[in-house]
């Protein structure tokens, strides 16, 4: 970061992330993930389903990796710091404050601009109740009607097209075909190459997801098809590909019409689809990575073509982080391929916040990996988190992390999540 003055009585600014800001400028950060369906809904109300609901709650201090150190994130609980063992070596963080501590004390609170993790008519209504009530002088934008259609998945299937339209490099690609109806997906099946994907258009983070090998439908693949088309009107369905890596193309939209690329993600996943950690090191290396798949070439051509179009459907509606989820398969002559638009995640996400853990946190001749673990049985994350911590001590270098198991959150009896990193001097 670097300060100064422009001219001699104009406020001091600050360069960060790409943006000029005012250094008085604070920010809230809200962790509100799965905020699709939410969005969706495009209601006051919303109650989360009780999977996403837990991780909201158990991984609510996320935003403090991410935030400045005069901001504020909201959290249930602002007690939970207490049981955070973040290193000193990182300095002052954020500070975390409840909706009570805001309704007694808001009025008394600088500006500050609300950041959630995904922006929806419910997070903004929240807000706008939170600013009323407690006369905190936030600034809240509007809710765009937009936004409902951006955040579904036929927009990215729209991008995903016009990608390969400007860049045919890319190779032929299936574009996901949106079945209304239960006549509609068996008609689809019929004739589909198996194995394939039906997906909700609202959803995130391999929730929302149904494998197809066979078109004879077992009485649970039904009532998933029949369930998801009740609650959202339509589902998609495409091939799924002989995945090699999975990674993303992580960007910022300024709302003004100019998309700035942000950085390159490369993550993992479960079997079906579920995120479960990213790859931690410089940009370098994970370009290098994927070159040695497809070529810088290719990579480069990707990124400027999804930048362009991401500026005409997104550029001048939306302000805030896109997420471009992507895939490296094989084809059936067993070539390296690209995938460039699996989905648009019209949101803060996990990958982003693996380039800020790296570029915040991590000693440049380190690397690791950045990982979300969920334990079904209560406890059984509280003894997997006791021994990373005995068995990987913390070693820095510079005030920056070189090796070590580091919690992100805190890990009770009660966790069934952890999230944290885990950095080494190398990474496979």
């Known amino acids: 970061m670097r300060i100064w003055n422009r001219k001699k009585n104009e406020e001091a600014v600050s360069y960060r992330d790409g943006f000029f800001f005012h250094i ?17 809904q495009g209601q006051p109300s919303y109650t989360a389903p009780s999977n996403v609901h837990k991780m909201m709650k158990e991984l609510e201090l996320l935003p403090l990796w991410y935030a400045d150190s005069q901001d504020f994130v909201l959290v249930d609980n602002p007690e939970k710091i207490k049981e955070l063992d973040r290193p000193n070596e990182f300095g002052p963080m954020a500070s975390p404050v409840s909706t009570e501590f805001i309704l007694k004390k808001g009025a008394t609170l600088p500006p500050a601009t609300i950041n959630p993790w995904g922006v929806s008519f419910h997070s903004l209504h929240m807000f706008s109740n939170l600013k009323k009530l407690s006369g905190w002088p936030l600034v809240i934008p509007q809710w765009n009607p937009a936004y409902t ?15 390969i339209e400007i860049e045919p490099s890319v190779g032929e690609i299936a574009i996901p075909v949106f079945c209304n109806s239960l006549e509609e997906v068996y008609k689809e099946l019929k004739t589909a190459s198996f194995p394939v994907i039906c997906k909700m258009p609202y959803s995130s983070s391999g929730r929302g997801l149904l494998w197809l090998d066979s078109s004879e439908l077992v009485t649970s693949e039904s009532n998933w098809i029949k369930g998801a088309l009740n609650k959202q009107g339509t589902i998609s369905i495409e091939p799924a590909l002989n995945k090699v890596q999975d990674f993303a193309m992580e960007f910022y939209s300024n709302g003004q019409g100019t998309i700035e690329y942000k950085g390159l993600s490369l993550f993992s996943t479960e079997r079906r689809g579920a995120y479960s950690g990213n790859i931690l090191e410089s940009q370098q290396r994970l370009k290098e990575r994927l070159s040695s798949y497809l070529g810088e070439e290719l990579i480069d051509a990707v990124r400027d073509a999804v930048k362009e179009v991401l500026e005409t459907v997104y550029g001048t509606q939306y302000t805030g982080y896109l997420g471009v989820d992507m895939l490296v398969y094989k084809d059936k002559q067993d070539k390296y391929k690209i995938h460039p638009c699996i989905e648009v995640n019209m949101r803060y996400t996990m990958g982003m916040l693996a380039v800020h853990l790296y570029e915040r946190y991590m000693a440049s001749n380190s690397a690791g990996r950045f990982i979300i673990d969920f334990h079904k049985k209560a406890g059984e994350a509280q003894k997997t988190h006791r021994m990373l911590q005995e068995k990987n001590p913390l070693f820095f270098e510079e005030n920056k992390l070189r090796s070590g198991y580091l919690p992100l959150c805190p890990v009770t009896e009660n966790s069934h999540y952890i999230a944290y990193i885990m950095a080494s001097a190398t990474c496979s």
């Open 24 to 40: 008085n400028m604070r920010y809230i950060h809200y962790f509100n993930p799965g905020h699709e369906m939410a969005v969706l």
């Open 149 to 163: 259609q951006l955040c579904g998945r036929q927009t990215a299937a729209f991008c995903l097209k016009r990608i």
